[in-house]
């Protein structure tokens, strides 16, 4: 392996600390540069909404590597530091102190952001989001006995954020736009299911519910103002409505962007020498003949697999079928594919059992199953939709019938 070969990763997340490792794993001799705007070393942010709001992990358990993995691999981690520019001319990449950085490979991680709220008051002291580390210590901060956490959107951030701040003693009103929590995420059965778990729990809800402004006194959040009319008093706003991929770098170099960099199945832009991943990518999904920007730790890691892989001329991982989890009180959601164009829905188990799954067909095929607490269904949905098997609903329903035995 060439040993004057030199890579610069840019944004020092999941994705980019997963793929500086694997580099050396796969024998990558060269140089390697992981720059991180961060303070702080590569770490996981799935904790940060649960067991990080709740005080069950300490910093150290949140880390990817330990501290000594770095300087050991020689990978030379520059944290908070940021990217000014790539200059594809040059091949170099320069950091806003003016250093040019030269490069054989990029490969860009930088990851999304958190979508503001565009109504006024949105800056006041008190209206956080939650994508760093540094947001969750805010947040847990601003959440305990006798404060009320207005969550601004009920996704699954939210939701999770909610199930945590009732934890830690807080109340946690819900404000969401549309007729159910996860509209645009989840089937309406998982909807349901959710609303009824956190209100048995404590936490209140204001669905159809457009947010007109952020109110507050001496500069601080006091209250979400409706668009009805009403106040919804708080302590401190938590604003979960989406993300948006940190594309800008990509889009400022000439790459091609559609909501996220566009790459290929190895990750690589229209530029042989830039490759993106995790949560700045729109990328094939060969299972569902389409491209689509994925929000999840799976989808970062096999990216950083793919890009990995093309730059030491290993052959590339087998495409994977994508899935998410979310952790809320003592309930367990996996999620596997994704329902695209779904024309049936089956249901298998009892919603109130909290032990049930969601499974999304077209054609007879299954292209996604929603899991409570049933690793089964979530295991032996996952397999189903990579072989892209027909599978008869009836089965898919019956109980009596293992999953394994459905998927065999």
């Not at 300490?58 to 990817?64: G, R």
């Not at 054609?363 to 929603?370: D, H, I, M, Q, S």
Request: glycine share 10%.
């Amino acid at each position: 392996m060439d040993t004057t070969a030199r890579i610069v990763i840019i944004g020092a997340g999941h994705a980019g600390g997963t793929a500086a490792a694997l580099l050396r794993q796969y024998g990558f001799a060269g140089a390697i540069t992981l720059v991180g705007d961060e303070p702080i070393a590569p770490y996981q942010r799935p904790p940060l909404s649960k067991a990080w709001l709740k005080g069950e992990a300490k910093a150290d358990d949140l880390m990817l590597k330990d501290p000594g993995f770095y300087p050991e691999h020689t990978i030379d981690l520059r944290l908070a530091a940021r990217v000014s520019r790539i200059d594809r001319e040059t091949k170099t990449v320069v950091l806003e102190g003016g250093e040019a950085l030269a490069y054989d490979w990029i490969i860009l991680a930088t990851g999304a952001r958190a979508r503001p709220l565009p109504v006024p008051g949105a800056d006041l002291t008190g209206v956080l989001s939650l994508r760093t580390a540094a947001d969750a210590e805010h947040l847990k901060a601003a959440i305990g006995p006798g404060r009320r956490l207005a969550i601004i959107g009920g996704g699954y951030i939210g939701l999770e954020a909610a199930a945590s701040a009732r934890a830690l003693g807080a109340e946690a009103v819900v404000i969401e736009r549309e007729p159910r929590v996860l509209a645009r995420v989840a089937c309406e059965a998982l909807s349901d299911f959710f609303q009824i778990y956190h209100r048995a729990r404590g936490v209140t809800f204001e669905l159809n519910a457009a947010v007109a402004a952020i109110e507050g006194e001496g500069g601080h959040v006091t209250g979400v103002r409706l668009a009805d009319g009403r106040l919804i008093a708080c302590d401190a706003a938590l604003v979960g409505v989406g993300a948006i991929p940190n594309a800008e770098l990509a889009r400022d170099a000439g790459l091609e962007c559609v909501d996220g960099v566009v790459v290929d199945l190895e990750a690589r832009t229209g530029d042989p020498a830039i490759f993106a991943i995790g949560d700045v990518t729109h990328r094939p999904l060969p299972l569902y003949d389409r491209m689509f920007r994925l929000e999840s730790v799976p989808n970062a890691l096999e990216q950083a697999k793919q890009a990995a892989a093309a730059i030491t001329g290993r052959p590339g991982p087998s495409p994977e079928v994508p899935w998410f989890w979310s952790d809320q009180y003592d309930l367990k959601l996996q999620i596997a594919g994704l329902p695209f164009d779904a024309d049936e829905i089956v249901v298998r188990g009892e919603p109130a059992s909290a032990k049930f799954a969601v499974f999304h067909l077209k054609a007879g095929r299954l292209l996604a199953v929603e899991a409570v607490n049933a690793p089964p269904e979530f295991m032996a949905g996952k397999q189903l939709i990579g072989s892209r098997r027909p599978v008869a609903r009836d089965r898919l329903a019956d109980t009596s019938i293992s999953m394994k035995e459905v998927a065999a």
